[in-house]
């Protein structure tokens, strides 16, 4: 019998994509996971949910979480040989989450960075304020042959829609959070998520998950009846990443 009161709710959480590109996966590096088992965890939970590879994007911020390559990949040796050790068939690799601070810009001129392949790089303000010369900065980048995407943009409460369109109207790629979309952070970030989605302005999706509880809140998420509505309009450019 035709039952009005079926739920509309998917029984098995699936990802939206089969990459993802924002993820705090290398252990011990930053504010994300603490320990290789820790991170082994979250790559199985994410398997689980139709993720084949995980490009890990720890922080590279200034005073904060100054990594350099050569941290970050023996972080990243310890979680592969544990991800192997447990048989987990996701790929495993590294770009950064890059602050526009002065740490970055001396990064750079060192060539101490690691884009996504197709040379794109993760960028990300402060949750304070705008770098003061955003705009410039993305230029120049992208003149040396880089395609950066803004992170999180639906987190920075200092924006406002006019300032989404100017961005995204001067080709600068946006990268939003499932967690926001889920509701996480809060109703006005799941609000600006939204708008950037109803835009055409969502160019990549990533997850941002630094530990389990944010693992648990996008698997809850992705079987939800709020999920099902937008599922068919995430279209993203995740999985065209190729080396
Ligand atoms: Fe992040």
Redesign the pocket.
């Known amino acids: 019998m035709f039952n009005l009161f079926k739920k509309n709710t998917a029984e098995k959480a699936v990802m939206p994509f089969n990459t993802d590109i ?1 993820c ?1 996966i290398v252990p011990g590096v930053d504010d994300g996971s603490p320990d290789a088992v820790t991170s082994a965890e979250i790559v199985e939970r994410l398997g689980a949910m139709g993720v084949r590879r995980i490009i890990a ?1 720890p ?1 590279v911020t200034q005073d904060t979480f100054e990594n350099t390559p050569e941290v970050l990949d023996s972080a990243l040796a310890e979680l592969h040989t544990e991800i192997e050790k447990r048989g987990i068939e996701v790929e495993v690799s590294r770009s950064c ?1 890059y602050r526009l601070d002065e740490f970055f810009q001396s990064q750079f001129k060192a060539g101490n960075i690691t884009p996504y392949p197709g040379n794109y790089l993760l960028v990300e303000n402060s949750f304070f304020s705008e770098v003061w010369n955003l705009e410039t900065v993305l230029f120049d980048l992208k003149v040396k042959g880089y395609k950066p995407v803004l ?1 999180h943009p639906e987190r920075y409460m200092y924006y406002d829609r006019a300032r989404y369109d100017k961005l995204h109207g001067v080709g600068t790629l946006f990268q939003v959070n499932m967690l926001s979309l889920a509701g996480f952070y809060g109703p006005a970030q799941k609000k600006n998520a939204l708008y950037l989605l109803e835009k055409g302005y969502v160019d990549f999706l990533g997850t ?1 998950i630094h530990n389990h509880r944010h693992v648990d809140a996008i698997e809850a998420y992705l079987k939800s009846r709020d999920y099902a509505k937008i599922a068919p309009r995430l279209t993203v450019g995740n999985d065209s990443l190729i080396r």
């Open positions: 924002h705090h994007s922080h989450e992170a941002d």
